[in-house]
């Protein structure tokens, strides 16, 4: 969203639907989901709260429904942050890992 002055804000259309992670707290490995109203490159970044990359990963997307099964068998437990980003769109949620 841009604001432009006190009385006017411009939306961008969202170009994600739907973006589910599941389960969390995870232990093993999550699911990410998210409907895409466009094909193209997605790039998915896994952060830990420090900023530090513990995931990225390269994904093809289809219009409609996208699922991605990510592995974090190796993150260590704690809460991290998932970036989903589409050209010069950026989508993130939170998820937790416990021990």
Do not use: C
Not at 6 to 18: E, K, L, R, T
Not at 51 to 72: D, E, M
């Amino acid at each position: 969203i841009d604001v432009l002055d006190a009385n006017a804000v411009q939306q961008h259309p969202a170009i994600f639907f739907g973006f589910t992670t599941w389960p969390s707290p995870f232990r093993t490995n999550f699911q990410l989901e998210f409907t895409d109203t466009q094909t193209g490159d997605v790039d998915i970044d896994i952060y830990n709260l420090l900023g530090q990359l513990l995931f990225h990963h390269k994904f093809k997307s289809v219009t409609g429904k996208n699922r991605i099964s990510v592995p974090g068998i190796d993150f260590p437990p704690q809460t991290m942050i998932i970036r989903l980003k589409q050209g010069n769109h950026v989508y993130s949620r939170i998820i937790n890992k416990t021990p």
